[in-house]
């Protein structure tokens, strides 16, 4: 719920209420979660909650200080007492200042793998008509820069990138020439399956300090199962590929992150433990996606949001117990929604901004030449619906973000503006994610109530604040070493 400032009723408060929105803790309803426009948070007894909204906080109670320093409450309205606050929505919105940093480039759809739960229209190995043109490499490399970001991140995506390596190898010098005059930051990222990799594209990996990112679903058993090969030795090919890279490229040049089906479920521990076993610090627990395959073996891999959320408890408490016995690994999604709570900084994460990230912090040019504001709205062009097409790689950036398409993205894209996100004590954390919520509800708006999306960021932050509220101090300690971790490496940063 939230307060505006006009439904101050005291006659002459003593200060001035900002906005605040405000949630009873599902754990405690004895006490409410407080957050305000900077993103700031505290939590108060339930009964402190009427005095403040009228007024009647006294000016010596250690409450109203609190208030006042995380901007709940103001001595007045003018500009140099609010410009704190304002200097703080500024840097939490960070990302907004520069253009979209993290261009995805799908070299081709052919993949050697027929998982179920494929997110995009894979093909088969032979169909090289499925791969990325070089006219459109060329033009695709002419929009890159048309964007005024200084730090571009390049990633490769498939499909699998490696089937169409000369693609890969050709942008790449492209876009390295280019930039000669251009003088941005340049990140290069593959995300890929690591299966046949060779010496020649580990060389020029390396000349080119990419950051790998591949897909390890957990022990042999379940990523075989999920990600099905012809012979049946995905996961010995992946770990190969992953002990390769490391070798070639550095400990910290390959990442990896999970998808979860319904099986993946039931084993969270076996999950986590192999991650730690090949000696990963970080693990990235991802739900489905109601896109391309998942969505047609849905009824055979799928399962619900609380389903997830139980799993997801179970993988923490794991998770935790690993940390405490002194092997040091994170789960990523939850470290970015503990910096996002701890810290006041802006983050390079797309799913959870507001303005979204849609086409404003990403862009994907796919292998035929259209271009998109994200990979979802691509997986719904593969499956016929072409609402969120961008353009074509020979127009320009201008005409993009001219389009309908971004007009559709941009008019749902604010979530402090959204029914249900505008009063939630979390939107200051959260994002807007109109074109999942387009593929998942049928509009872009969507109703947040019956939202996946939504009871997915209700769960986790009511989860991550119980678990850091009532833990002892050594799991506290953990939960905000997340929080102040250095940035997820940018590979699995763009495969989030
Ligand atoms: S999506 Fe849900 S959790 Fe996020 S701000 Fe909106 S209502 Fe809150």
């Known amino acids: 719920m939230r307060f505006e400032p006009a439904q101050a009723f005291a006659p002459e408060p003593a200060y001035i209420l900002l906005p605040f ?17 900077s993103g700031d948070w505290m939590v108060i007894p339930a009964d402190r909650l009427p005095p403040l909204v009228a007024g009647e906080i006294d000016p010596g109670d250690p409450l109203r200080l609190d208030l006042e320093a995380r901007h709940f409450i103001a001595a007045s309205a003018d500009r140099a007492t609010l410009a704190p606050l304002l200097s703080q929505i500024r840097t939490r919105k960070a990302y907004l200042q520069e253009g979209p940093a993290l261009h995805i480039f799908v070299v081709s759809l052919r993949c050697h793998h027929s998982c179920a739960y494929c997110q995009v229209s894979r093909r088969p190995t032979g169909q090289s008509r499925f791969d990325m043109a070089q006219d459109a490499s060329i033009h695709a490399v002419e929009r890159l820069f048309e964007w005024p970001s200084p730090t571009l991140t390049i990633e490769f995506q498939g499909g699998e990138p490696l089937l169409h390596f000369d693609r890969v190898r050709s942008l790449t010098e492209r876009i390295v020439e280019r930039n000669r005059s251009e003088g941005r930051a340049l990140r290069f990222v593959i995300a890929s399956t690591l299966h046949d990799l060779t010496d020649e594209q580990l060389a020029f990996f390396a000349e080119h300090g990419f950051a ?47 998808t979860l089906t319904r099986r993946s479920l039931e084993a969270p521990e076996a999950i986590i433990d192999e991650y730690r076993k090949l000696g990963f610090p970080s693990i990235f627990l991802r ?64 799913d959870l901004r507001s303005p979204t990230g849609a086409g404003l912090g990403a862009v994907v040019y796919d292998y035929d030449g259209w271009a998109y504001p994200s990979d979802e709205a691509r997986m719904l062009a593969a499956m016929g619906d072409f609402t969120f097409r961008l353009g074509r790689v020979e127009e320009t950036v201008d005409t993009w973000l001219r389009s309908e398409a971004m007009q559709r993205v941009l008019e749902a ?11 939630c004590v979390f939107v200051p954390w959260c994002g807007a994610d109109p074109i999942d919520h387009y593929a998942r509800q049928g509009d872009t708006i969507g109703h947040r109530p019956t939202s996946d999306f939504c009871r997915k960021q209700m769960g986790m932050f009511d989860l991550l604040l119980e678990k850091w509220e009532v833990s002892e101090p050594q799991d506290r300690g953990i939960l905000e070493s997340w929080a102040f971790r250095k940035e997820p490496s940018s590979a699995l940063q763009a495969a989030a």
């Open 287 to 350: 739900p489905l996606s109601p896109y391309g395959f998942a969505l047609k073996t849905k009824t055979r891999t799928g399962y619900t949001i609380e389903d997830f959320l139980t799993f997801y408890r179970r993988a923490l408490d794991h998770l935790l117990a690993v940390n405490r016995a002194g092997y040091r690994m994170d789960e990523v999604y939850a470290s970015l929604l503990l910096s996002q709570l701890m810290t006041p900084f802006s983050h390079g994460y797309v």
């Open 212 to 258: 790998l990112s591949t897909s390890l679903d957990g022990p042999e058993w379940l990523h075989n199962a999920n990600r099905p090969r012809p012979e049946r030795d995905s996961y010995r090919r992946t770990v190969e590929g992953i002990e390769r890279a490391r070798r070639a490229l550095g400990e910290d040049a390959v990442s990896a992150l999970t």
């Open 413 to 423: 894209g604010v979530a402090e503006a959204l029914p249900t996100c505008a009063d």
């Open 21 to 37: 929105r405000f949630r009873r803790l599902p754990w405690d309803s004895e006490r409410v979660l407080l957050s305000s426009l």
